[in-house]
Every structure is written in C-alpha cells, then in structure tokens.
C-alpha cells in the first residue's frame, strides 16, 4: 500500500472527518469532537502540526500534534481510519513522523499511551519511546469520563537536545550513587 504524506498547520474537512471517526471508536465521538476543538485553539497560536497520510486521495490516518510550550514538547495522537486498520498505517505514519519531525520544528515528543489500553503502550515502547512518568487521571477533558491513567512517554529528535539529556542523565545518577553511598557509610 502506498502512502503519501502531507505537513499541515490545520485540519480541512476530510481530515477532521477522518480524525473524529477514527478516535470515536476510542474515545466516543464528543471526546474526539472535543479533541478538534481543542486543536483550533492550538491552531490560533501555530502549535498544532498534522502529518496526514493519503492513499489514492483518500486520508488513511494522521498524527495530530500538539505544542506544549509548558515543557518545550509536541504530543499528539495518531489516529488510522477504521477502514484502514491492521494494514501497518500506523507504523508507517510514525515512521515517516520520525523520519521528518526535526526539519518540521519538532524537538521532543510525548505522548500519553492509557494504561486500558496496552497495544498502544507496547507500539511505542517498540519504537523506542521511554517511559518517563504516570498520570493518575488522563484524560480528563473528555466528556462524561477519563480512561484512568495513563503512562507519559517521549522521544527526543534534537541532537543537542538529546547530548544535553545523556549528560544530565549521567551526572544525575552519579549524584545518586554519591548520596547512596554516603547514606550506606551512616551505619
């Protein structure tokens, strides 16, 4: 199956179409009408991105990208169209999201993979995704409920953004060791 993708800054009809009958079968159709609204104030301040994947001119699926300027992320959700599923869209849409994410501005993604739903858990974790925190309550904008909670991942496309964290990461765990020994050395 060949694909073709496009980089958009908002949705068009059959894209928010598409995007609203694909999460509806996750989150109920006023979660993901919610989910566009949310999106068009994203668009009003240029923090939302949409990698949309056509086949023969139609849209097979997408990667909705939000800006988080709290922590310097995108996040995002990717969606395939019921009548394309278990064909690997998926696979294919984050491919090409990864192959092209720095030269579109992205720097960090996160996402929020529910804890009900562990396919999605193990689709990223596959790809390299890491596991950095737990969220008690995900969600909770939806109407009428939230999918409980849900674990944060993210993966790093800035080169020097990713050096930076390494070091960090490095320094952070030899502080860690210090102190342990220093606490084993009390008794």
């Not at 073709?4 to 059959?14: G, I, L, R, V």
């Not at 939230?146 to 765990?173: N, R, Y």
């Amino acid at each position: 199956m060949e694909l073709t993708y496009e980089w958009k800054n908002s949705f068009d009809e059959k894209s928010e179409k598409v995007y609203v009958e694909s999460l509806s079968t996750l989150i109920g159709e006023p979660g993901s009408r919610r989910l566009v609204e949310i999106a068009k104030i994203y668009e009003d301040h240029d923090w939302f991105r949409l990698l949309v994947a056509n086949q023969n001119s139609h849209v097979a699926g997408m990667l909705a990208l939000y800006y988080e300027p709290i922590h310097g992320s995108h996040e995002g959700w990717i969606c395939v169209h019921p009548k394309y599923r278990r064909q690997g869209i998926g696979d294919k849409i984050i491919q090409e999201f990864e192959k092209t994410a720095f030269e579109n501005g992205i720097r960090l993604f996160r996402a929020d993979a529910t804890l009900a739903y562990t396919r999605s858990q193990k689709f990223l974790f596959r790809r390299g995704y890491r596991a950095v925190g737990y969220i008690p309550v995900s969600f909770s904008f939806l109407p009428d409920h939230s999918l409980g909670g849900a674990v944060m991942v993210w993966k790093i496309f800035d080169p020097m953004l990713l050096a930076q964290w390494e070091q960090e990461k490095t320094e952070a765990l030899e502080w860690e060791k210090q102190r342990w020994q220093l606490y084993d050395k009390r008794d």
